[in-house]
């Protein structure tokens, strides 16, 4: 099992909150990335990261903000939570070795947020 | 528009049994392949990758075909588990991007019924 990590787990909170998604993890990746995921529906990726101080918008547009101040950690955070951003959020990370394309991006368990 | 579509949305067997799962896709430039098993509450993880010249691999009781003139490709579970139950999700990665960008299928809803 990979060794990456998030949490919480499960998030229940009001309209209007500010919120932080913690996500660690312990294989030295350089590569980051944060995906949201509605039930029955596909993976999109909102942030990506290819090393310290280095953050990217994904493709799927979203009103979190994320960091990258150390290897290891690479936090999301929502300024003021809405209903509309109820989601699972899925955080990966890959090493950086040759092309690009074949390295395995490994995921943690997800933080499923509810809004109300 | 690269796309990745998957068929069926679900799919309900008996312990034991054997079942296959689709994956048609139009992502270019192609690089690889990979099929991922998804538990609930669980974050994806990979069973296979293929690549171009591949057009088979097998991970245990999982053994994924890879045809890239039609590309098309299929999952299929040999003597399944209560422990398959699960959504199998097809990525396919483009080898144009540096990022290696991920496309994803919405997966297979599998369940295993004893």
């Known amino acids: 099992e990979a060794d990456i990590y998030q949490t919480p787990r499960y998030l229940v909170i009001g309209t209007g909150k500010k919120i932080t998604l913690e996500c660690s993890q312990t294989?030295?990746?350089?590569?980051m990335y944060w995906y949201q995921q509605d039930p029955g529906m596909e993976l999109h990726l909102i942030h990506y990261?290819?090393?310290?101080?280095?953050?990217e918008k994904g493709d799927l547009s979203s009103e979190s903000t994320v960091s990258r101040i150390r290897t290891e950690h690479f936090p999301l955070t929502l300024e003021s939570a809405r209903p509309s951003h109820t989601s699972q959020y899925l955080c990966?990370?890959?090493?950086?070795?040759?092309?690009?394309?074949?390295?395995?991006?490994?995921f943690g368990p997800g933080t499923r947020l509810t809004v109300l | 528009k690269n796309q990745v579509e998957q068929s069926p949305q679900s799919l309900i067997i008996l312990e034991g049994k054997n079942c296959t799962l689709q994956?048609?896709?139009?992502?270019?430039?192609?690089?690889?392949l990979r099929w991922y098993k998804q538990d609930t509450g669980r974050g994806p993880v990979s069973l296979t990758i293929?690549?171009?010249?591949?057009n088979t691999k097998s991970n245990g009781r999982y053994t994924a075909t890879l045809d890239a003139d039609t590309k098309q490709s299929s999952l299929h579970i040999t003597a399944s588990q209560l422990s398959d139950s699960a959504s199998y999700i097809c990525?396919?990665?483009?080898?144009?991007?540096?990022?290696?960008?991920?496309?994803f299928g919405r997966g297979t809803q599998l369940t295993v019924w004893p």
């Open positions: 990261s290819y090393g310290v101080n280095s953050t």
């Open positions: 294989m030295g990746h350089d590569k």
């Open positions: 994956c048609n896709y139009t992502v270019s430039p192609f690089s690889n």
């Open positions: 293929m690549t171009f010249s591949e």
């Open positions: 990525v396919v990665t483009d080898r144009g991007s540096t990022l290696g960008r991920l496309y």
């Open positions: 990966a990370s890959s090493e950086v070795r040759g092309q690009a394309s074949y390295n395995e991006q490994f």
